[in-house]
């Protein structure tokens, strides 16, 4: 198989009258059927299915080259149990890129959800200092690969997050696998004085072999990195977000310039020639000016900017490494809508409330979190001696949010643990002992109120029981672009009215 990643296989099943949590979309300037909407504690999320990824087959039908609705109906004709073959975006457009066969069946499958707590490779980047990178390689007669050792505490090597017996895989996006250690050294000395490593430590390193899971970029975690692209959020000022958006000469991408100051722009820490990499949650990398700018009108008085400055950008780009991989590993929780469904969902009428929206309201949340350096992002209330905990002081972007916790939240259970009747001590006693990873089921306090007054015990389950289906038809007609407005201030050449075309998509939530 020539891809740089193996699908993983993921089998869903359902209820009667029950969805399996997820929407089915085709979206305009994105190749295959994508993964959207996933419900949060319902089958698809569970299952470890993940916002953009492609569905390359349904129940052994190779899918990625048929018409989205005959898709649809394979879905929708297998009842209450559905298999996929899916592929990570990242790994789907590398392979698109690159002309690989989708089709080719020799795939060994992740079981389902397992890789969704599995070690993961690691992507760690080294300045040499006056005394060296700080590590020495070795080779083993009879055991394949190329192993750190002798990694000097306190040198480079070390404080990027390497250590003894991590398995080399990649050297500034290369794979050097099957590389025999000569050669290896060599390209490390070829690099210079700044170098990206991928590495597998032993755990991670039995994990994929006994998978036969391909490693790659596209699985690792950019946790050690010592430079970050930025997630900012905006508000729109009387006078705009106070920047303007450029294309610059002999250089690829949409770029930040002409800051004014006390402008949002600047208060939120945007710098000049920032990068911007995404806009409310959408990849900009192929889009034109006009429509990145028409992506941030979008969004109305508010705008998600990720973005990211030169020295990150090419920090990024000697590894060959997509900076949307750190999007996915910090902003997987609470995905931003996408450009189609930014610019293409039917606005729905204020005064009517549908079926689905009342039903919703009367369920809980399971909120799943990775601790940050900041930690999880919100205060755990309560009374000493006294039952019942509440959430206070919600960090805005931080891990709770991002999961969808909000202040004054009642909390049910952590870790699968029910608190209702715990006191305030052994609540914070389990968080503490939670580690990195955090699962909290929590309810609105009125939410809470109700089901208690109805008697329903308050659980998991729920969250199941309350997803539905539904399928959306939308048409948006041709639509004619003009002059671009002030905030932010677009510089492109000028030239005649432009027109685009939005053509039309479809929503299925299966």
């Not at 949409?254 to 949650?281: L, Q, T, W």
């Not at 029981?465 to 004619?480: C, D, G, I, R």
Request: aromatic share 6%.
């Amino acid at each position: 198989n020539a891809s740089s990643e193996w699908p993983k296989v993921i089998c869903l099943t359902k209820r009667p009258g029950q969805t399996f949590g997820f929407n089915l979309r085709l979206e305009h300037g994105e190749e295959g059927h994508l993964v959207r909407g996933l419900e949060m504690g319902g089958p698809a999320e569970l299952a470890g299915m993940k916002d953009g990824d492609r569905i390359l087959r349904v129940n052994g039908t190779f899918a990625d080259s048929l018409p989205h609705s005959e898709v649809v109906d394979l879905v929708r004709n297998s009842g209450t149990s559905v298999t996929f073959h899916l592929l990570g975006e990242a790994a789907y457009k590398q392979a698109k890129e690159k002309g690989v066969d989708l089709s080719d069946s020799q795939t060994t499958p992740v079981v389902n959800g397992e890789a969704k707590h599995s070690p993961k490779p690691k992507l760690c980047y080294l300045v040499k200092s006056s005394s060296g990178f700080g590590f020495s390689l070795c080779s083993v007669k009879g055991k394949p690969g190329v192993f750190m050792t002798e990694v000097i505490p306190g040198g480079a090597a070390d404080r990027a997050g390497i250590k003894l017996q991590d398995r080399l895989v990649e050297v500034n996006g290369d794979n050097i696998e099957n590389r025999i250690h000569d050669e290896v050294v060599a390209k490390i000395k070829m690099a210079g004085s700044s170098i990206m490593f991928l590495l597998v430590d032993e755990e991670a390193d039995r994990f994929y072999k006994s998978k036969h899971i391909k490693i790659g970029t596209w699985e690792a975690t950019t946790k050690h990195l010592p430079l970050q692209p930025r997630i900012v959020d905006m508000t729109k000022g009387s006078d705009g977000y106070g920047f303007v958006l450029r294309e610059e000469p002999n250089m690829t991408g949409h770029f930040v310039k002409n800051i004014e100051r006390g402008s949002p722009a600047e208060r939120e820490g945007i710098k000049e020639m920032d990068r911007v990499v995404a806009v409310n949650g959408k990849e900009v990398g192929n889009c034109n000016h006009e429509m990145v700018v028409d992506l941030i009108k979008k969004g109305g008085n508010k705008c998600c900017l990720f973005v990211m400055d030169r020295e990150t950008d090419k920090m990024y780009q000697l590894g060959n490494v997509s900076p949307m991989l750190y999007w996915e590993e910090n902003n997987n929780t609470n995905s931003p809508p996408s450009y189609n469904e930014a610019v293409m969902y039917p606005s729905l009428p204020q005064s009517s409330t549908s079926f689905e929206e009342k039903e919703e309201v009367l369920k809980p949340k399971l909120c799943r979190m990775e601790k940050t350096a900041q930690g999880y992002g919100f205060h755990l209330n309560g009374i000493q001696g006294v039952h019942g905990q509440f959430i206070r002081n919600v960090v805005k972007g931080g891990a709770a949010d991002r999961a969808g916790m909000e202040n004054n939240d009642i909390v049910v259970e952590v870790n699968g643990v029910n608190v209702e009747e715990c006191s305030h001590e052994e609540a914070v006693k389990l968080i503490r002992d939670s580690g990195d990873t955090l699962e909290m089921l929590v309810a609105k306090k009125s939410v809470y109120d109700q089901l208690k007054a109805d008697g329903v015990a308050i659980t998991k389950m729920l969250v199941l029981e309350t997803l539905y289906a539904q399928v959306h038809k939308t048409n948006s007609p041709e639509t004619k672009k003009t002059e671009i407005p002030e905030e932010p201030r677009a510089e492109s050449p000028a030239g005649s009215e432009r027109q685009r075309v939005s053509k039309a998509h479809s929503v299925f939530t299966l």
